[in-house]
């Protein structure tokens, strides 16, 4: 049985544990700065960092990114809690979509209603991030979701 499991947004000091828990599980840290975490989510269990996700605005279109979720909670739901709990703050933010990159989650993000979308049809805002510059393989998936 899971420790109950408690989200927040992120905090400037949460960085460390954040950028662990994304090298933990193989995804991209480098671009990632106390900056981007204002729209960023965090899970903790028992005082353990155990999942994270955030989005980046640009314009009426964000990025969602840094979706990780520990081993040990992998497969309760957290993932899909954090990926809504960063929509419903991108929609008060006056967003209208989100795209993101995934080389491991794409059919976890389509049961979310993100759809595969063609790398050029991404806004330029997006499509210049450092996700879409390099950060993420060329064989990532590019997903988009109307919110």
Do not use: W
């Amino acid at each position: 049985m899971h420790m109950p499991v408690n989200t927040r947004s992120a905090r400037s000091a949460d960085l460390p544990a954040i950028v662990a828990l994304l090298k933990e599980c193989k995804l991209p840290t480098d671009d990632l700065t106390e900056g981007v975490l204002s729209t960023f989510r965090v899970a903790e269990a028992a005082g353990q960092f155990v999942g994270v996700a955030g989005f980046e605005p640009s314009g009426k279109d964000g990025l969602l990114r840094s979706l990780a979720v520990a081993a040990s909670h992998r497969g309760s739901g957290l993932g899909a809690r954090l990926v809504a709990e960063c929509e419903d703050r991108a929609r008060e933010a006056g967003l209208q979509s989100l795209y993101l990159l995934t080389t491991t989650a794409d059919v976890f993000c389509r049961r979310l209603g993100y759809r595969d979308v063609p790398r050029e049809t991404v806004p330029a805002a997006i499509a210049g991030h450092p996700q879409f510059r390099g950060l993420c393989p060329a064989s990532a998936k590019c997903l988009h979701k109307v919110l």
